[in-house]
């Protein structure tokens, strides 16, 4: 049985994702085979696909992270689940063997979970990236405690919004560092304190103004010179986690030597494979967002909702900036 699945047969720009029909085959051990209903975009898919990611893509070369679905079969071994389940596919997996932008996809059983009940195939395909993210900084490793303050740059990106939620729900304070004044009233209405605009203010002196002291925390995806302005920002034994390079200057990325020994800093990268691939860790994080889906504190913000045949489009939305949380893309379903 063919499907329509987008593969990349060189690294580049959105344009190089193609359309090709292909058959997704039968799952094998540990395998489930899901009908994808929507796909949630990352950041780390862009990378991946013009080859600067962690990891580097075998060409030609399958892509995605992080869909909805329906299960269709089941592979040996493969328990808990049957034919027809609502699921999640989360992005416990590796992008060199599987890839989800696809009518059709295998994925691992362990990269899967039951669909959280009230929540459509576009709301579950926002969830678990941004969520599961945002709690490994903030409360698996920084365990950030109630009133501290926590700087969240790119803040209207979907992980940044569901720091800003991870810290309402816990009683951090979320400060929110946007480039322009474009987005501060939505960060305000987004459950943010404070908004810090970059353009034309001292980043350090505006966190240092609203908080007295400093922040706890400072979670980054962006590196680059912002790190120096960061641990200015950050109070006596703050913590800098960095989790991504949005400003492409991962080389330039100052270790701040100067307020760390002054202030007693810690800086450390993170991703949220770390957390993922830690049971014990992953199941106290599974069961917070779970927790606050039901309790109304955590929700995913969906930016834009394209469809599968514009894939590329969507692409070019998800690299332009201007999104204000998650990126949808819908697959169309048999009748």
């Not at 047969?9 to 489930?32: I, K, N, T």
């Not at 329906?70 to 596919?89: M, S, T, Y």
């Not at 980054?220 to 034994?237: F, R, W, Y």
């Not at 990268?269 to 993922?276: A, H, K, P």
Request: net charge neutral; charged share 20%.
């Amino acid at each position: 049985m063919a499907d329509r699945t987008i593969r990349f047969h060189e690294f580049g720009g959105p344009e190089v994702l193609r359309f090709e029909s292909l058959d997704a085959g039968d799952p094998g051990q540990g395998e489930l085979r899901v009908r994808i209903e929507a796909i949630g975009l990352n950041r780390a898919e862009a990378s991946f696909r013009n080859g600067r990611y962690v990891e580097k893509a075998r060409l030609p070369s399958r892509i995605g992270y992080e869909a909805a679905g329906i299960v269709e079969a089941l592979g040996r071994d493969v328990q808990g689940f049957a034919p027809g389940d609502p699921v999640c596919i989360l992005p416990t997996f590796s992008m060199t063997r599987y890839g989800v932008y696809a009518e059709r996809a295998i994925v691992p059983a362990h990269s899967v979970l039951p669909r959280p009940q009230g929540l459509s195939a576009i709301e579950s395909a926002a969830i678990w990236m941004a969520h599961l993210t945002a709690y490994g900084a903030i409360v698996d490793i920084a365990r950030v405690g109630r009133g501290e303050a926590v700087i969240v740059t790119a803040a209207s990106s979907s992980v940044g919004l569901a720091a800003i939620r991870i810290c309402n729900a816990i009683g951090a304070v979320p400060i929110a560092v946007t480039r322009g004044e474009g987005k501060r009233e939505a960060l305000l209405r987004a459950g943010a304190a404070h908004v810090i605009v970059l353009q034309g203010n001292d980043l350090a002196a505006e966190a240092m103004r609203v908080t007295g002291s400093g922040a706890r925390l400072a979670f980054d995806p962006i590196g680059g010179p912002i790190v120096a302005e960061l641990a200015a920002a950050l109070a006596p034994q703050g913590l800098l986690i960095l989790y991504g390079n949005l400003s492409g200057k991962a080389r330039e990325t100052p270790f701040p030597y100067g307020p760390a020994l002054a202030k007693g800093l810690a800086m450390r990268g993170y991703l949220v494979f770390e957390l993922i691939h830690d049971a014990k860790r992953f199941a106290a994080a599974r069961g917070f967002v779970e927790e606050g889906l039901r309790a109304g504190t955590l929700a995913p913000t969906i930016a834009r909702i394209f469809e599968f045949d514009e894939m590329v489009e969507a692409h070019r939305y998800l690299e332009s900036g201007e999104q204000f949380g998650k990126i949808v893309v819908t697959v169309p379903q048999e009748h």
